[in-house]
């Protein structure tokens, strides 16, 4: 395979490599998720709907496919690069019930708290900071969305399989701008790093999006 975007297909290609090496028995115990040892794939949850992980020779598919759409793993060298991350580095660990926002996680959230700044929550508040109806209707098309009464308009949705996040705003006025909140579900310090936590973010906000009508 030719490298021609560098910044990302490096780092795939590097993680590529390491997924073929994976025990996949030892990764669905790890993840607490399915491994089919018979057709040799994973399978796990994004945002609601249900995919399928090919092993060793990774490629992703959906398991409700619909005619003419593509999903975000077919289509995105970062999204697909946070699944193999995910796959060979993840561990799950059930949460208590509690959120904390990105600044609070240990060590490594004031580190990348700028580019979560920037590709996260300002990303967030000015795309749908003054379109809250388009913002809500494109929640309720999640599978298993939770509607919430913080702030103005609030949802709470799983990432990935038993790791969840919300999305709260709070409607601008004459006065004051629209601003937003995300929150992780607590277990996320346990299973991802402060870098994929940033890709998390972004990935959620890109899939709002592209529910838009």
Same mark, same amino acid.
């Given at each position: 395979?030719?490298?021609?975007?560098?910044?990302?297909?490096?780092?795939?290609?590097?993680?590529?490599?390491?997924?073929?090496?994976?025990?996949?028995?030892?990764?669905?115990?790890?993840?607490?998720?399915?491994?089919?040892?018979?057709?040799?794939?994973?399978?796990?949850?994004?945002?609601?709907?249900?995919?399928?992980?090919?092993?060793?020779?990774?490629?992703?598919?959906?398991?409700?496919?619909?005619?003419?759409?593509?999903?975000?793993?077919?289509?995105?060298?970062?999204?697909?690069?946070?699944?193999?991350?995910?796959?060979?580095?993840?561990?799950?660990?059930?949460?208590?019930?509690?959120?904390?926002?990105?600044?609070?996680?240990?060590?490594?959230?004031?580190?990348?708290?700028? @580019?979560?700044?920037?590709?996260? $929550?300002?990303?967030?508040?000015?795309? %749908? /900071? #003054?379109?809250?109806?388009?913002?809500?209707? +494109?929640?309720?098309?999640?599978?298993?969305?939770?509607?919430?009464?913080?702030?103005?308009?609030?949802?709470?949705?799983?990432?990935?399989?038993?790791?969840?996040?919300?999305?709260?705003?709070?409607?601008?006025?004459?006065?004051? @701008?629209?601003?937003?909140?995300? $929150?992780?579900?607590?277990?996320?310090? %346990? /299973? #991802?790093?402060?870098?994929?936590?940033?890709? +998390?973010?972004?990935?959620?906000?890109?899939?709002?999006?592209?529910?838009?009508?």
């Amino acid at each position: 395979m030719e490298i021609e975007n560098h910044k990302e297909e490096v780092p795939f290609e590097y993680y590529l490599e390491k997924y073929r090496l994976l025990d996949p028995q030892e990764a669905a115990q790890r993840l607490n998720i399915l491994y089919d040892a018979t057709i040799q794939e994973f399978r796990l949850r994004f945002m609601g709907h249900e995919y399928a992980i090919a092993y060793p020779a990774f490629s992703i598919h959906t398991c409700e496919p619909k005619e003419g759409e593509t999903s975000l793993f077919q289509s995105s060298i970062p999204a697909q690069t946070f699944i193999l991350r995910y796959l060979i580095e993840g561990q799950y660990i059930q949460s208590s019930g509690k959120y904390m926002t990105f600044r609070e996680v240990p060590t490594y959230g004031e580190l990348y708290i700028q @580019p979560f700044t920037g590709r996260c $929550l300002k990303r967030l508040t000015y795309g %749908f /900071g #003054f379109k809250l109806k388009a913002f809500a209707e +494109a929640m309720e098309r999640i599978p298993g969305v939770k509607k919430l009464s913080m702030g103005d308009v609030s949802y709470e949705f799983e990432l990935i399989n038993g790791y969840f996040m919300q999305f709260i705003f709070w409607e601008g006025d004459d006065e004051f @701008p629209p601003s937003a909140q995300i $929150l992780y579900s607590d277990n996320f310090q %346990f /299973g #991802f790093h402060a870098e994929d936590m940033v890709v +998390a973010g972004d990935l959620s906000i890109s899939t709002v999006k592209s529910l838009c009508a």
